[in-house]
C-alpha cells in the first residue's frame, strides 16, 4: 500500500496534474523528507500503525499527502501532543513532524520535556534557518549576519547565536538517537533517508526517543534558485550545524517496560471524584457564548488559516452532536456558509445531497440553474453596509442560517450575541438588527418559492411565528 494518497486534495480537489502537486514552493526540502519518511513507514510495514502530528508551519498540512493517522497541533505543541498518543496507544508509531520556527521557538519547552521523557517516539526536526510559512522572519536557527524580513541587514550577536537543537537535545538523559542530516548531494539524501527509517525502527524495539534535525532548502526566502540554496546549506549552515550523529545509546539502552494506557472513561472519571453522572444533558445554560453548547449540544469549531498566507480561501469546520463529536474536520459539510465566490466554487460541491448552501449574493455569483443543492443567496455585504457596518456581516449570515435551517431557536442564537458582546454593549443593537434582517432574508426566500424553510408555511405565507419554535414547520422542513 502506498503511504502517500494517489491524489493531493490539497489542489483542484485532487483533479489533474495539480492534483499529484504539493503547496511546497519549488526547491523546498519538505517534498524529500516526506518522501524519506513515506518510504521508511513502507520499508517497515508499519502505515497502519502510524501516526503523524504535524503544527503550524510549512507541513501544516501533511495530512492531505501521508495516508496515515494524522493529528493536528498548536504552533510548538506537537512533540506535547506526541507525548499523549504515545501514552493513550502505546502500540502507535508516533512522528512529530516540525520545522526550526515551530519546535526551536515556541514548542522549545515541549521539545525538551518530551525528549528527556524518552517515551518511544520520533520527531523529524526540518531546519531551513528562516520562518517559511509566515513571511521570512528570523528563525531560532538563522544564521549569523543571515539576512531575513525581519533582520534585513542580517542578524546580530544581539539577537542570540543560532539554536543547536540536535545537540541540545542530545545532551539530556531521555534520547536514544540523535543524528542531523542534510540533503544537498545524493550522499547526503541517502544518509537522511537511512537514519529517518533507523528512528523509525528504534520506534518499534520501543528503544526510547528519536531526533532526526534535518537540514534543508528554503530557496524562496533566500532568495537563491534551488541549486544556489543547495550550495548555501553545503558551505553555510553546515559550518555552523555539523553533521552526523550526537547520540546514538541504542547498544546500552533496554526496551521501554509496557505501560497501561490511561482510562478516562467518564464512568470512571465519576466515580474516581465521587461525583455522580448526570442524568441528563442541562440545556440553554447562561454564561456560554455558543448556541450548539447552550442547547445542551457538543460542539466543535476548527478554523484553518494556512492558506492566506499563499493565497486561496480561509475556512472553519464546525461540527455540532446532540451526544459527542467524533472528528472535528467537515470534508462533506451538510450546511455550507460561503462569503466570497472561490470558498463557494472550492466547497459548493462537496455539500451533500439534502444539504444546504447559505452564499454572500453581494460578491458571489448565482449558483447554476441545474444546482440540486439548496440554496440561500444572501447579501450580507449589502446589508452590512447599509446598517452603517459592513463587518457585521458574518451575524446577518447568522441570522439568515438560523432561520433557514432551524438548527436552534432564533432566541438562542440572540442570546449567544448578547453574551458574546456584553462587554461592548453598544454593538448589541446593531448585530441584532443584522441577524433579524438576515433572518428576514432568509424567509422571504423561501416565502418566494426559493426552496422549503420552516420559516414559510404549505402557501408560501411568511410564518408569524417564525422567530418562534414552530413545530409545524419544522416537522416539514429537513433538517441540514
Given at each position: ?8 486534495e490539497?489542489h ?7 492534483g ?16 524519506y ?7 517497515l ?17 501533511l ?10 497541533a ?6 506535547a501532543?506526541?507525548?499523549g ?7 502507535a ?25 524518552g ?37 546580530t550577536p ?50 526510547g ?16 534558485t534551488p ?22 545509546a ?16 467518564p464512568?470512571?472519571?465519576y466515580?474516581?471524584?465521587g461525583a ?20 445542551g ?8 488559516y ?19 463529536v467524533?472528528s ?67 451575524t446577518?449570515?447568522l ?12 432566541r438562542?442564537?440572540?442570546?449567544a450575541i ?5 462587554r461592548?454593549?453598544?454593538?448589541v443593537?446593531l ?12 424567509r ?8 422549503p424553510?420552516?420559516?414559510a408555511q ?13 413545530d ?9
Amino acid at each position: 500500500m502506498n503511504v502517500f494518497y494517489e491524489q493531493f486534495e490539497r489542489h483542484a480537489g485532487g483533479e489533474g496534474l495539480k492534483g499529484r502537486s504539493t503547496h511546497y514552493c519549488p526547491g523546498c526540502g519538505h517534498g524529500l523528507v516526506h518522501k524519506y519518511l513515506a518510504e521508511a513507514i513502507e520499508d517497515l510495514g508499519i502505515q497502519d500503525r502510524t501516526v503523524a502530528i504535524s503544527p503550524v508551519g510549512c507541513a501544516v498540512f501533511l495530512y492531505y499527502y501521508l495516508d496515515v493517522g494524522n493529528i493536528q497541533a498548536a504552533h510548538g505543541r506537537a512533540a506535547a501532543v506526541a507525548v499523549g498518543e504515545k501514552l493513550a496507544h502505546p502500540e502507535a508509531i508516533v512522528v512529530s513532524y516540525q520545522g526550526d520556527g515551530d519546535l526551536a521557538s515556541i514548542g522549545i519547552a515541549e521539545i525538551l520535556q518530551a525528549a528527556q521523557i524518552g517515551l518511544p517516539m520520533t520527531v523529524v526536526f526540518v531546519n531551513n534557518a528562516v520562518y517559511g510559512m509566515t513571511g521570512g522572519q528570523m528563525a531560532p536557527t538563522t544564521l549569523l549576519g543571515q539576512k531575513t524580513a525581519t533582520t534585513p541587514d542580517g542578524r546580530t550577536p544581539a539577537s542570540g547565536a543560532p539554536l543547536r537543537i540536535a545537540e541540545l537535545i542530545a545532551g539530556l538523559d531521555g534520547p536514544v538517537y540523535v543524528e542531523r542530516v542534510a540533503l544537498y548531494d545524493s550522499k547526503q539524501r541517502v544518509r537522511a533517508r537511512r537514519a529517518i527509517k533507523k528512528a523509525l525502527h528504534l520506534q518499534i524495539e520501543n528503544r526510547g526517543f528519536a531526533l532526526i534535525e534535518v537540514l534543508a532548502e528554503c530557496p524562496l526566502h533566500l532568495g537563491l534558485t534551488p541549486q544556489e540554496a543547495q550550495r548555501w546549506v553545503k558551505e553555510q549552515m553546515t559550518a555552523v550545524f555539523p553533521l552526523g550523529v550526537k547520540k546514538d545509546a541504542t547498544a546500552s539502552r533496554r526496551p521501554w517496560p509496557e505501560w497501561k494506557p490511561p482510562d478516562y472513561t467518564p464512568a470512571r472519571i465519576y466515580q474516581e471524584i465521587g461525583a455522580s453522572a448526570p442524568d441528563a444533558v442541562v440545556r440553554a445554560r447562561a454564561g456560554f457564548p455558543r448556541v450548539a453548547i447552550n442547547e445542551g449540544c457538543d460542539a466543535t469549531h476548527i478554523p484553518s488559516y494556512g492558506p492566506e498566507s499563499r493565497g486561496g480561501t480561509s475556512y472553519a469546520d464546525v461540527r455540532i452532536a446532540e451526544s459527542e463529536v467524533l472528528s472535528p474536520a467537515v470534508p462533506e459539510p451538510q450546511v455550507l456558509v460561503a462569503f466570497n465566490a472561490p470558498s463557494l466554487a472550492r466547497f459548493g460541491p462537496h455539500v451533500v445531497e439534502g444539504g444546504m448552501i447559505l452564499y454572500d449574493s453581494s460578491v458571489a455569483a448565482a449558483l447554476p440553474p441545474d444546482c440540486m443543492i439548496r440554496h440561500v443567496p444572501v447579501p450580507a455585504t449589502t446589508i452590512a453596509k447599509a446598517l452603517g457596518a459592513p463587518v457585521v456581516k458574518n451575524t446577518v449570515m447568522l441570522g439568515a442560517l438560523a432561520a433557514a435551517t432551524r438548527l436552534f431557536p432564533e432566541r438562542a442564537f440572540l442570546d449567544a450575541i448578547r453574551e458574546a458582546l456584553r462587554r461592548k454593549p453598544a454593538m448589541v443593537a446593531l448585530n441584532e438588527a443584522a441577524f433579524r434582517e438576515g433572518a428576514r432574508v432568509a424567509r422571504a426566500w423561501a416565502a418566494s418559492g426559493g426552496m422549503p424553510c420552516a420559516g414559510a408555511q404549505a402557501d408560501g405565507v411568511p410564518c408569524a411565528a417564525a422567530e418562534n419554535d414552530c413545530d409545524d414547520c419544522a416537522q416539514r422542513f429537513e433538517r441540514a
